[in-house]
């Protein structure tokens, strides 16, 4: 059994991926930069994109090219769905968005997606597999490229983001095209470095875990960024704890990331059963717009890299519940 919502799409090349998601997804897409463009400053949102869509160019030049068939196929214009896929980050908007967890050693990762009340028709669970790496991911028909909520990749890493607000914003490559690069990783010590020399227009957290429970988490602002190998059980929420980044959350930022994490500290322990760390990403104790499953989460997965099991729940399809999956695509535990 499969979600409604679930896709598989094969590619040898970004082009032809693209193209092929803008044939499944255009009609989506179109929808929403229709409703993108009732807004009043839709036409400053698109000029704005223009210049973090030349950063990207020069970094990430694959990346727009599947942009580029993505918007040929859906008939949409490159521009408008670039700003489409960086909308956050032209607006002063704090979204508080998701909750991760990593425990049993680095084998057993939850992970809540939050975004909008109404935004649960918004994703879907996408299989995509491009020129021999498959990626399993809740993946946003909003954000083309992907990549930026959890996946896990058949080079072995899975990814797990978390939004962050920051004081120091620039001129740079979005975090969204950083999200989707990195959800590709093969050595995240490697990628760490690289990422340095690549100029970013804000951050997010990323939580890695590759398929022999090793443990990593980068916090991203736009000009710093930090690698760290925590101590397991481990949870991450929408605020900075790298003693280096402290200072840098911005404005927007609200409680419900504290309580998120407060809520997960005292739930989560060393070793535990499937079954408990879903009861632990159901916990609702902190209220409708606080609690680990909140009024925004619009999906949730559970990997269990032991046994190359992913467990997903959709609020779109909640009658459902939980539906498995296997990682086939990883080496046998």
Same mark, same amino acid.
């Given at each position: 059994?499969?979600?409604?919502?679930?896709?598989?799409?094969?590619?040898?090349?970004?082009?032809?991926?693209?193209?092929?998601?803008?044939?499944?997804?255009?009609?989506?897409?179109?929808?929403?930069?229709?409703?993108?463009?009732?807004?009043?400053?839709?036409?400053?949102?698109?000029?704005?994109?223009?210049?973090?869509?030349?950063?990207?160019?020069?970094?990430?030049?694959?990346?727009?090219?599947?942009?580029?068939?993505?918007?040929?196929?859906?008939?949409?214009?490159?521009?408008?769905?670039?700003?489409?896929?960086?909308?956050?980050?032209?607006?002063?908007?704090?979204?508080?968005?998701?909750?991760?967890?990593?425990?049993?050693?680095?084998?057993?990762?939850?992970?809540?997606?939050?975004?909008?009340?109404?935004?649960?028709?918004?994703?879907?669970?996408?299989?995509? %597999?491009?020129?021999? &790496?498959?990626?399993?991911? *809740?993946?946003? @028909?909003?954000?083309?490229? #992907? $990549?930026?909520?959890? !996946? =896990?990749?058949?080079?072995?890493?899975?990814?797990?983001?978390?939004?962050?607000?920051?004081?120091?914003?620039?001129?740079?490559?979005?975090?969204?095209?950083?999200?989707?690069?990195?959800?590709?990783?093969?050595?995240?010590?490697?990628?760490?470095?690289?990422?340095?020399?690549?100029?970013?227009?804000?951050?997010?957290?990323?939580?890695?875990?590759?398929?022999?429970?090793?443990?990593?988490?980068?916090?991203?602002?736009?000009?710093?960024?930090?690698?760290?190998?925590?101590?397991?059980?481990?949870?991450?929420?929408?605020?900075?704890?790298?003693?280096?980044?402290?200072?840098?959350?911005?404005?927007?930022?609200?409680?419900?990331?504290?309580?998120?994490?407060?809520?997960?500290?005292?739930?989560? %322990?060393?070793?535990? &059963?499937?079954?408990?760390? *879903?009861?632990? @990403?159901?916990?609702?104790? #902190? $209220?409708?717009?606080? !609690? =680990?499953?909140?009024?925004?989460?619009?999906?949730?997965?559970?990997?269990?890299?032991?046994?190359?099991?992913?467990?997903?729940?959709?609020?779109?399809?909640?009658?459902?519940?939980?539906?498995?999956?296997?990682?086939?695509?990883?080496?046998?535990?």
């Amino acid at each position: 059994m499969a979600h409604t919502f679930y896709h598989e799409v094969e590619a040898n090349t970004h082009a032809a991926l693209g193209y092929k998601l803008g044939n499944l997804f255009g009609e989506l897409t179109r929808a929403d930069v229709a409703e993108a463009g009732a807004q009043r400053d839709w036409k400053h949102k698109v000029s704005a994109s223009r210049r973090l869509l030349k950063k990207t160019e020069q970094y990430f030049p694959h990346y727009v090219e599947e942009l580029n068939a993505y918007a040929d196929a859906a008939g949409i214009p490159l521009l408008e769905l670039w700003a489409l896929s960086v909308e956050d980050e032209l607006d002063e908007a704090g979204r508080e968005k998701c909750t991760t967890v990593v425990t049993n050693g680095g084998k057993l990762i939850s992970h809540n997606e939050d975004w909008d009340e109404d935004a649960d028709e918004a994703i879907c669970i996408l299989r995509k %597999t491009l020129a021999g &790496t498959t990626l399993f991911e *809740i993946y946003y @028909s909003a954000v083309p490229l #992907g $990549g930026c909520a959890i !996946s =896990i990749n058949s080079n072995g890493y899975l990814q797990a983001i978390n939004s962050l607000t920051q004081s120091d914003r620039q001129i740079g490559v979005p975090r969204n095209v950083i999200a989707r690069w990195l959800s590709e990783t093969r050595d995240v010590p490697a990628d760490f470095e690289a990422l340095k020399a690549i100029p970013r227009s804000s951050g997010y957290n990323h939580v890695f875990v590759n398929s022999q429970g090793e443990a990593f988490d980068m916090e991203c602002t736009a000009t710093r960024q930090v690698l760290a190998r925590p101590s397991l059980p481990y949870v991450h929420t929408n605020h900075y704890l790298s003693s280096e980044l402290e200072g840098y959350d911005g404005a927007e930022k609200g409680d419900g990331t504290f309580k998120r994490y407060v809520a997960a500290c005292r739930l989560m %322990t060393a070793r535990m &059963t499937v079954s408990e760390l *879903i009861t632990l @990403s159901s916990d609702e104790t #902190g $209220g409708r717009r606080t !609690s =680990i499953l909140n009024q925004d989460t619009i999906g949730r997965m559970v990997v269990d890299l032991e046994n190359h099991i992913v467990k997903v729940w959709l609020r779109r399809e909640k009658k459902d519940g939980w539906i498995d999956y296997p990682l086939d695509f990883l080496s046998s535990p």
